[in-house]
Each structure stands twice: as C-alpha cells, then as structure tokens.
C-alpha cells in the first residue's frame, strides 16, 4: 500500500533563505509526482509535475527533483519571499492517488 | 476566466438532507475528479470520470453519487447528509486520465457544513 510522508509538517523559514521541502513515497511504481501549493481556504494550485521518467522539473524559483529508487522527491524554493507562505502538498499517482499531508512554510518578512 | 469552478463555494445544512454540489470546467479536458479534504486538512480521491465514464471510485459511502451530464461538468450529489461530511470538497480536473501523466487542474473548493 503506499504511503506518502512530508518532513518537516510545518516550517519557518527568514525571507531571502533557500528551502527544501521533502515528501517520500513507500512503492516506487508511480506514474508521476505533483507538487502543489495551497493558499489558507482556497483550492490547490499546481506547481510541479514530474514524469516518472524524469529526474527533475524547473519553474521559475521552484526546483522539484525526483529519485524513484529512493522514494523521494524534494521541492526547492530559492530565495524565499513572504508571499511563498503556503501549505505545499505532494501527491503521486500509481493506480491511485494518494496525496501527503502537506507542509506548512512560513516565511518570515 | 476560471478554468475549474464550483457551486457553492459555502454549503450549510441540516443532518438528513439531500444536497447538490456542481462543478464546470472549461479546459476541454477530458477527465474530472472530486476529492474530500477533511477537517484535518488530508486530501482524499473520491471519484473520476472520463468522457462521461466513471473510472475511479474510492471507498465512498453510496450516500455520495457523482452525475456527468456531460465531459465538462461533474456534480456531487449527497443523500441523508451526516456530521462526517462535514469538510472541503475540491473538483478537478486532467486532459488524460489517472494513469496517464497529466497535471491536474483545481476548482476553489465547496466547503461543506453539516449541523
């Protein structure tokens, strides 16, 4: 059965400061990995999806990596700014798809 | 120009009743989805349709009947509503389905009360 765990569930972080956020998954066989953000009392928006192809995804600050064979993927954000201040999800897809509970980053002004 | 959108955006009811929520999107995709994120803010898949077809159906009371009257619409119905479903309830949606890499798009969620 998978499992998808993010470390650390909540994080505060001084504005400016490059961060790792970290998800793990427990079976290998995905077909892909999504990050997303989600804003206090407003839908998902979706930052990053990986193929289980690739190894990683660029946009903008954000760097999403992923290693299958570890059951990891991390989502780096460079130069942090306030406005990052969010609840990041990750969600991989095998013949489900299964979400993490997320991680709370605050970055502090 | 939303691309995923839902009604209601807040939904306050009675225990016992029956209530609808109606999801639109207006990406051309051809797969939607309704998830439940619960009080403790964990997302969950509910059910997904492609072209119209149900393909995914989560361990979900028989209470929840999600009804595609067309690939761009997927409503949620609820019977006989209960405290536990009480949460947030999020349509999406995909141009592929599931199994298949496709990123999916989020409407705003419905936020779900029941007294």
């Known amino acids: 059965k998978q499992e998808v765990t993010q470390i650390p569930a909540a994080l505060s972080v001084p504005e400016g400061e490059n961060l790792v956020l970290n998800c793990s998954f427990t079976?290998?066989?995905?077909?892909?990995l999504q990050w997303f953000r989600q804003d206090p009392g407003k839908g998902l928006t979706s930052l990053l999806l990986?193929?289980?192809?690739?190894r990683e995804q660029t946009s903008g600050r954000l760097n999403a990596s992923l290693d299958k064979s570890s059951g990891r993927s991390t989502l780096y954000i460079a130069a942090s700014q306030p406005g990052d201040s969010a609840t990041y999800l990750c969600?991989?897809?095998?013949?489900?798809?299964?979400f993490g509970k997320g991680t709370r980053l605050h970055i502090l002004p | 120009d939303t691309a995923v959108s839902q009604t209601p955006k807040y939904l306050v009811t009675q225990m016992g009743n029956d209530k609808s929520i109606k999801c639109e999107q207006n990406?051309?995709?051809?797969?939607m989805y309704w998830y439940k994120q619960d009080s403790k803010k964990f997302l969950k898949i509910m059910f997904s349709?492609?072209?119209?077809?149900?393909?995914i159906n989560e361990t979900v009371p028989n209470r929840f009947s999600p009804k595609s009257p067309d690939k761009a619409h997927l409503n949620l119905h609820i019977n006989s509503l209960e405290l536990g479903d009480s949460a947030v309830y999020f349509c999406?949606?995909?141009?592929?389905?599931?199994?298949?890499?496709?990123?999916?798009?989020f409407g705003p969620g419905t936020r779900l009360t029941v007294l």
């Open positions: 999406a949606s995909s141009q592929e389905p599931w199994t298949s890499v496709s990123e999916q798009f």
């Open positions: 079976d290998s066989a995905i077909y892909n």
């Open positions: 990986i193929q289980s192809s690739q």
């Open positions: 969600a991989v897809r095998d013949d489900k798809i299964i």
């Open positions: 990406l051309g995709h051809d797969t």
């Open positions: 349709y492609n072209n119209k077809e149900l393909i």
